[in-house]
């Protein structure tokens, strides 16, 4: 049960368009289309962003967006802004019926 | 609407055992599958458990097999988490979280109870 792998930063400028890359093995990410992700920002409990793989829950911004590709998951946050600086986590469902989630990753907006 | 409120943190000492609580409203409870996430000061979540929506179905991280145990209560709308052999890595904030409908994917979480376990 090793944590997805999440590069620990990435960062952007206002306006412009971030990917976040969360890569697992065909056991989880790759095994199924139950992938999440959410947002965490600091002193607060995560919220979700995208459930599987690429939908938004309702009064998410379509600024965000999701998508996968064989073992890699990604999270594609556009039009960035002030607000989107926060941790962001990947989760996938594995083979085992658990659970897994991302190593991290800090979104710093320039 | 949807809230989850754990209860139950503190600090314990090293070898002790301790149980948290997470009580859940505005959704039928015994509907949802629910999880225990947790996470140390600082570092990232980390996945604990899950028990299905009657209780019959339980899984782990093999970080917590065998020390810590999930259930729930349908009757008294909570989930708990009985922790035993508690370590000084088991220091963390601890969440709860519900399953989508018919998913097997987290959609809200509690605020958290932060447990320290000390020498």
């Known amino acids: ?110 | 609407q949807v809230q989850l409120v754990e209860s139950g943190g503190g600090v314990v000492q090293t070898g002790r055992s301790l149980r948290l609580s997470c009580a859940g409203s505005g959704f039928t409870f015994s509907s949802y599958g629910l999880h225990w996430v947790r996470q140390a000061p600082g570092k990232g979540l980390e996945w604990m458990a899950v028990i299905s929506d009657d209780g019959s179905d339980k899984y782990y991280a093999d970080s917590v097999k065998g020390r810590f145990t999930i259930s729930r209560d349908n009757s008294k709308n909570t989930l708990y988490l009985q922790m035993s052999s508690l370590r000084a890595e088991d220091t963390a904030l601890y969440y709860c979280a519900k399953d989508w409908p018919a998913r097997p994917e987290i959609d809200y979480w509690g605020q958290g109870t932060l447990v320290t376990v000390s020498s």
């Open chain 1, 1 to 110: 049960q090793s944590a997805l792998t999440q590069p620990a930063s990435v960062s952007g400028s206002p306006g412009q368009s971030i990917t976040i890359s969360c890569t697992g093995t065909s056991s989880d990410v790759g095994g199924y289309y139950h992938v999440s992700w959410f947002q965490q920002h600091p002193g607060k409990a995560p919220k979700l962003m995208i459930y599987g793989v690429s939908n938004r829950p309702s009064g998410v911004s379509n600024r965000f967006s999701g998508s996968k590709s064989g073992n890699t998951a990604s999270l594609t946050i556009s039009g960035l802004l002030p607000e989107d600086e926060a941790d962001y986590y990947c989760n996938s469902y594995t083979t085992s019926s658990t659970r897994v989630f991302g190593t991290g990753t800090k979104v710093t907006v320039l």
